[in-house]
């Protein structure tokens, strides 16, 4: 690969690629994030190339495989560039008919999406619902590029920011600009981005100094950090080399998750090419500014999101939290100064750059800037990733891009913030998405996932299954932490058994706040969120499981039983459906559930077309 | 897939410090399946560190193992949008039918279980992964099939 020495080098090779691309030539675009290759995009890759050879298409067609362009409910996709074409779930013999078509110009009618309201048949992707309402700044740079493939990004405009950064010959004008923005870290805290960069560069000179991107995304339930980093690895890159430059940091070093194995293996890949482009290394571009990034991977443990803890792993050590002061900023990864960002933190800095601040500042709200991705997953009709301005309301997320429940019943609340958050009732869904607004209304922005629960989720059971999961990664230094976590999931554990007492709710709420007032890191600190949130919003289930001993949602098992009523007509599906063999019953006979072989896990209910599965 | 060997990976960590630990443990467990108590005292003699030390260290993340791999790994999603979609009836099912608890393999080595904070494929759930292979939208029975699938093939295997 070709070495840049200069910024006129750079540009003069980005012009070169800009003028060869030919963006009249069909395209097939096919994203091939974790996700779709789960859905099967491998196999309709291979069609695809196959299809283009044996037709002798090549130069004709061309074929672009990218990360995930968010609509996890559709894929596998495919979507046709110029015309933006968008065709959902196809199978191998329809990729075949795909590639015939695009070469003719012409668009298979029946294979197109259904609007599930109207029946209307939606051709391109920016027309449906899911999409039109999103602004991606972000996630529509993962349609775009190849991310195994630097030329690919350099001709959308790659590391053209970087290159403007290092024009301006003063790394001040970075920092500036990135105040300016009003950017708040990703990550979910919300900490002014361009206000920890200040602080960083003016740590004393002559001390080495650290960045560092955190991809170890924990939070369950959210995954737009895998996203990005699988379908755009260049631009966390550049990202990090902005910031190196704007701080006067020589290393940096990306904290992945070792769950995300394709990530890791783009990482790895566009770190190598940016080395041998001289984009990143010693004396880049020729201006003598020198940046590396060290890949390190993450072992697996919730705690070391928090900057101390993923330091102290960084360093090979247990990743259990420090108090703070000193923060990072003044002693980091070997005590030397450090920064540390989220994600998509760093995926906004080159937008911010290119666009200039007050361009970027002009999306989302006043405090609040720029756009957010957030997973919207659950009980969903559509499931994925959506980009949206900061400041948009619940309900928009919800019902208009979400296209509301994915079954008959009601959507009932959105849990935000992973294990640190809360759950938001519907009658708030008019909230603003922003940091304030949430942490107000006692959840908190967090990394992004959106997780929407209907009337069949239970809120005692998803207060205990955070508690659970929580319990389990508190690393055990804060002793309130520890037991504290520990001693609320039992008590939720009892009252799910039906073993509650009135008396359990204000011992509930006292633990709560010990917790959060006693607790060093932001783990234990936030670790009563989803107890709290739910207690305010839906004392009522609590009750009803205490008073009662009722799960109104059919999901506490001690609770609940199953039983068969009088709309069964014999069909059977159940007595297949039953993984334990506890249903009998002649065909076109009702059927009967034996209690004691029953495991309750709902199998019967799920496959039966008849209501005739009765939970009480 | 024939292994490189624990003194080959800590060949390629040579006067390697105690930032190397984690990723020396990590390459140990890929290559081996688990970490056994010859490959951590070894590592200990490497890095002139107790094997006290590592085993805290190994023990504090969820992702090391000390029980060998089974032929199928079963790795059941327990993410949120995994949860509220049902993956604990389907974790459930898998114990009982399978008589492991997350972190064990059976006897004869065929199966082994673990459990998973998120794999980050939500809009697959309940998800299962296996050997590696996405498994999306799963339930306790299409579960329970796969495993007797797998039971089945290995019988045949095993009379043809």
């Given at each position: 690969m070709l070495k840049l020495k200069s910024l006129d080098d750079f540009r003069t090779l980005q012009d070169r690629l800009r003028t060869g691309r030919d963006s009249d030539i069909p395209t097939i675009v096919i994203p091939a994030g974790t996700c779709g290759q789960a859905s099967g995009a491998s196999d309709i890759i291979r069609v695809a190339k196959r299809e283009i050879l044996a037709k002798e298409l090549t130069g004709k067609v061309k074929l672009r495989i990218t990360g995930c362009h968010g609509f996890c409910q559709i894929e596998p996709s495919v979507l046709i560039e110029p015309a933006r074409t968008v065709y959902p779930n196809v199978g191998l013999k329809e990729m075949a008919r795909i590639v015939e078509a695009v070469a003719k110009g012409e668009v298979l009618t029946d294979l197109l999406l259904k609007d599930p309201q109207t029946g209307e048949q939606i051709e391109k992707q920016d027309d449906l619902p899911f999409f039109s309402k999103?602004?991606?700044?972000?996630?529509d740079r993962n349609e775009k590029v190849d991310p195994i493939r630097v030329y690919n990004y350099l001709e959308h405009g790659g590391y053209s920011s970087l290159v403007k950064a290092l024009d301006k010959r003063n790394p001040a004008w970075v920092i500036e600009q990135v105040k300016a923005s009003g950017l708040r870290g990703r990550g979910g805290a919300g900490f002014p981005t361009g206000l920890k960069w200040e602080m960083l560069a003016k740590q004393p000179n002559g001390r080495e100094k650290f960045l560092v991107c955190n991809a170890d995304e924990g939070d369950p339930g959210a995954y737009m950090d895998r996203s990005v980093l699988e379908g755009n690895p260049h631009s966390i890159i550049e990202g990090m080399l902005i910031g190196a430059y704007g701080t006067g940091s020589k290393h940096g070093v990306i904290y992945v998750r070792n769950e995300y194995p394709l990530a890791i293996k783009h990482l790895i890949i566009a770190l190598r090419q940016a080395s041998e482009l001289s984009l990143l290394g010693e004396n880049i571009l020729g201006t003598g500014f020198s940046f590396d990034i060290q890949i390190v991977r993450g072992a697996g443990a919730f705690v070391c999101g928090e900057e101390t803890a993923l330091i102290r792993s960084i360093e090979g050590k247990m990743g259990e939290p420090r108090q703070r002061p000193p923060f990072p900023i003044q002693k980091g990864i070997d005590g030397k100064p450090t920064a540390i960002n989220n994600v998509e933190t760093w995926a906004n800095i080159p937008v911010i750059i290119d666009s200039e601040a007050e361009a970027f500042a002009k999306t989302g709200t006043k405090n609040n800037s720029g756009t957010k991705i957030f997973s919207?997953?659950?009980?969903?009709?559509n499931t994925g990733l959506v980009e949206v301005p900061m400041g948009i309301t619940i309900e928009e997320i919800v019902y208009d891009i979400g296209g509301g429940p994915s079954g008959k019943a009601k959507i009932k609340a959105v849990q935000t913030g992973g294990p640190s958050g809360g759950c938001i009732p519907a009658d708030k869904f008019d909230l603003a998405v922003d940091y304030d607004s949430l942490t107000e209304a006692g959840s908190i922005m967090g990394s992004g996932g959106m997780i929407v629960m209907d009337e069949n989720t239970c809120m005692v059971d998803v207060a205990k299954y955070f508690m659970n999961f929580l319990k389990d990664e508190s690393c055990g230094k804060c002793f309130t932490c520890r037991k504290g976590t520990q001693r609320m999931y039992e008590i939720l554990d009892d009252i799910s058994a039906g073993k509650g007492t009135p008396e359990h709710l204000d011992l509930l709420e006292e633990l709560a706040v010990v917790v959060r007032d006693t607790t060093m890191c932001g783990l234990g600190q936030t670790a009563p969120n989803p107890v709290l949130s739910t207690l305010r919003y839906f004392r009522d289930e609590y009750l009803e499981h205490i008073?009662?001993?009722?799960c109104p949602a059919g999901v506490c098992r001690e609770l609940i039983h199953y039983s068969i009523n009088e709309n069964c007509v014999g069909c059977q599906a159940c007595v297949k459906a039953c993984p334990e063999g506890a249903i009998t019953g002649e065909k076109k006979q009702p059927h009967t559930i034996d209690a004691d072989k029953?495991?309750?896990?709902?199998a019967c209910r799920s496959v039966c077309k008849f209501e005739a599965v009765d939970v009480t | 897939m024939a292994e490189t060997g624990i003194e080959t990976i800590l060949q390629e960590h040579p006067s390697a410090g105690r930032d190397s630990l984690i990723p020396i443990l990590q390459e140990i467990q890929e290559d081996q399946g688990y970490l056994s108590t010859e490959a951590v005292t070894r590592v200990g003699e490497h890095l002139n560190l107790p094997a006290s030390k590592i085993y805290g260290v190994a023990t504090f993340y969820n992702q090391f193992r000390f029980q060998p791999k089974g032929k199928y790994h079963i790795t059941i999603c327990r993410g949120t949008a995994c949860h509220v979609k049902g993956s604990g009836n389907v974790l459930d099912m898998a114990m009982k039918r399978l008589k492991l608890e997350p972190g064990q393999t059976t006897r004869d080595r065929l199966f082994s279980l673990e459990t998973v904070a998120c794999m980050g494929a939500c809009g697959l759930a309940p998800v299962v992964n296996i050997n590696g292979e996405f498994y999306a939208k799963i339930t306790p029975q299409k579960l329970a099939r796969i495993i007797e699938q797998f039971r089945e093939e290995e019988s045949t295997n095993a009379e043809g």
């Open positions: 999103q602004v991606r700044t972000l996630l919207l997953v659950g009980k969903i009709r008073e009662n001993k009722r029953c495991i309750k896990c709902g | -």
